[in-house]
């Protein structure tokens, strides 16, 4: 019996560390999911269908991704530097994207807003873009 006591402890304690980092990584993601970080992205403005199924972008790509931004193809913007793809959100819901990102599509801006991460997936809500 003590030795299936002290097998049950031992699991235990083994387990406490696992149990500790899935919590940490738990509040990461609920904290990022708050949208509690502000952050400033300079990038080019695309829409997501035709950047990520056919790499759409510049200058000679903005009247359809404006016709595509109009039309509801979510807005993404493409971080200068690094490649990475944020999900543009309105600021507030039910309000559709601010004429003035959508005359924005293929310039490169630069976004401020809030950052939200969920699932391995970026987004950030629109608070200005210049």
Do not use: F
């Not at 807005?75 to 819901?93: A, H, N």
């Amino acid at each position: 019996m003590k030795h299936v006591i002290r097998g049950i402890v031992a699991t235990m304690l083994l387990m406490s560390p696992v149990a500790v980092w899935a919590q940490g990584e738990h509040e990461h993601d609920h904290a990022h999911g708050m949208g509690v970080q502000e952050i400033i992205i300079k990038g080019e403005l695309v829409d997501s269908l035709c950047y990520v199924a056919m790499a759409a972008k510049g200058p000679g790509h903005k009247q359809c991704a404006i016709a595509c931004a109009k039309a509801g193809i979510p807005i993404s913007i493409l971080e200068d530097g690094t490649g990475k793809l944020y999900t543009v959100l309105p600021k507030e819901d039910k309000t559709g994207y601010p004429e003035n990102v959508i005359n924005k599509m293929g310039d490169t801006v630069t976004l401020k807003g809030d950052l939200y991460e969920n699932g391995g997936n970026r987004y950030v809500t629109v608070e200005s873009v210049e």
